[in-house]
């Protein structure tokens, strides 16, 4: 692997002054590089600097990344459920029949329950390979390729979702000012993503599981996303805080891998553990309350006006 990497500004405000956070690793696959994490000093946005350029950025997301699979596993099966229920709460806030465009949608696991919701849907995804899996196995209208180069009208979608998808893009701002232009007015968006906040990344750092070097290029908090929706016409309606105990799981398991090696039990910590999986729940309760989870999912409208 050839990593060729760029230097960028702050996508928010555009300055170039930042503050070093960190340095981490590609974790999920053992890929090669070290990254490093900064903070914009002007607007304290989170983001990858110096990162993996357009012809680097590819050889991260193989056919095989975590997101593109299916299968019937206890894992699949619980992700599938979590899916239907993330639909059911989309189907809430829209009308009958109202149209949805997914950006990042993968395999279509998200754009399939709400086509059951009753919703016509379809999809943009980067991914050649997720994205025919899409259309042939579940007849989804599917886009290949980006917000950029997608051929829908303006005006022409109720809602969009980005669903741990705009934490990936190399500029969020310009991607959200192509999307708002596919929305009617008053049509929502609904943004799910790390949580730069929460507890999680204050405990583990660079063994942090929402890092996902060098794939997140940024990191957000309640806040910075909330100005980033603002600059380009959103009006945030709501902000929730979920409840994930992977951050912990993951977290703690990358941890230990580092300090241990790969040991064999190391492997029960697992999202398809139960055991593990509920002996969380009481600590990510208490961080919803506190509004420090390490996952946020935010519903902003359209304004009146846009940046178009």
Not at 33 to 46: A, D, T
Not at 60 to 72: H, L, M, N, T
Not at 139 to 158: M, P, R, W, Y
Request: hydrophobic letters at 40%; proline letters at 6%; a positive charge.
């Amino acid at each position: 692997m050839n990593l060729r990497t760029e230097k960028v500004n702050c996508d928010l405000c555009g300055s170039d002054d930042y503050t070093r956070l960190l340095d981490g690793k590609e974790r999920r696959q053992n890929l090669p590089g070290i990254f490093s994490v900064v903070k914009c000093r002007r607007c304290h946005l989170v983001y990858l600097n110096p990162r993996p350029d357009s012809e680097s950025l590819p050889d991260y997301y193989p056919d095989d990344y975590a997101p593109y699979s299916r299968g019937e596993t206890f894992k699949h099966r619980l992700q599938a459920s979590l899916r239907r229920r993330e639909a059911r709460q989309i189907r809430k806030w829209l009308f009958p029949k109202a149209s949805v465009l997914e950006i990042g949608c993968a395999t279509g696991d998200l754009l399939v329950p709400l086509r059951d919701q009753g919703l016509d849907v379809a999809g943009i995804e980067m991914s050649p390979y997720a994205s025919s899996v899409a259309r042939q196995n579940f007849k989804l209208i599917v886009h290949t390729g980006t917000v950029f180069d997608a051929q829908f009208e303006k005006e022409s979608f109720d809602a969009v979702v980005m669903r741990q998808v705009i934490e990936h893009l190399p500029s969020p701002k310009a991607a959200l000012q192509k999307t708002i232009s596919f929305l009617k007015p008053g049509g929502f968006i609904f943004i799910r993503t790390e949580n730069f906040d929460g507890l999680e990344q204050h405990i583990f750092r660079t063994f942090w599981h929402g890092l996902d070097l060098p794939r997140h290029f940024y990191l957000f908090t309640p806040d910075t996303l909330s100005r980033l929706l603002g600059s380009v016409g959103f009006e945030v309606r709501q902000i929730c805080y979920d409840l994930v105990t992977n951050y912990w799981i993951m977290s703690l398991k990358y941890y230990l891998e580092e300090r241990y090696g790969k040991k064999p039990y190391l492997k029960l910590l697992a999202l398809w553990n139960p055991v593990i999986v509920l002996s969380f729940f009481p600590l990510v309760f208490l961080q919803k309350f506190c509004k420090r989870t390490s996952r946020m999912h935010v519903i902003a409208t359209k304004a009146s006006f846009d940046s178009q």
